[in-house]
């Protein structure tokens, strides 16, 4: 299995120069483009890193998965979904002018205005709503190291403006309630938390398992998990969710910082890590990979 996964990556290398490292948060555009970690891991407890599994980066939109799986235990899904869509868009991640017409609310929760959407319904005053977020991937990882890059943070808050002008619309229409800079700091928080690609892994094993959570929500953990992975599906890889379907055929979740989340229910959990990103925001190394570790694997959920 390593050495498939080795002779994946080395297919698909040249991949990196076709993407760029992101920018428009200036801390990122430190990530070497040739880091490439895949990791891959199964029910029966099998593990396969490989590459630069150990290399950290920030978790991105990846963390939108966990703040959706945090505000569906604390509201259930009726609640959740009164704020923010189900439906897909082919807008790009950071798409604001729809927001200004008058009946609508985020189209689904992975793009940057539903996130902050789910992130402002996690229960919590203050730090409380971050730890919670930080405890879960700690649960799901089992990684008691996971913790937040100040300076990435400090960079996304000091840009981030294009979420700030969206946050404060969606206070505008009544959709986001609490402080919105208190929100906002949660948000660019979240997004900052370092992870490495086994760590992804090991987050899509758990969400692949059925979020076998301790704790008690609103729904059953079940259900959160089928909620999750159906909106990952749809809606994970932005405005090329529907291309990636077909071509994966795995419900995955992208991060600017590099990362791909890959949920194979009942069977695996996929982590990879490729900073150079295409003009979608998705590493252009890691759709490669994936796509044809799914092809290797067999992993498609709809092929037979
Ligand atoms: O808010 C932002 O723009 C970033 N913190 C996260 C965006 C992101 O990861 C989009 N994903 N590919």
Redesign the pocket.
Known sequence: MKDKIMEIIEKNKGLVREGFVAD??PALSKANPNNIGVSIVDLNGNIYNVGDYNEKFTI??ISKVLSLILALLDHGEEKVFNKVGYEPTDEP??TIYKLDFNWNKPSNPMI?SGAIVTTSLIKGNGDEKINRILDLIKVMTGNPNVSIDEEVYLS?KET?NR?RAMAYLLKSKGILSGDVEEILDT??KQ?SIQVTSFDLAKIGLFIAKGCPLETKGLIDNARIAAIVTAIMFTSGM?NFSGEYAVNVGIPSK????GGILGVVPGNYGIGIYGPA?DRY??SSVGYGIIRDLSQHLKLNILSR
């Open positions: 428009y948060i991105q939109s991640f950071n940057n996304e981030g979420n948000y660019f997004c932005y992208s991060g600017v910082g990103l925001g998705n």
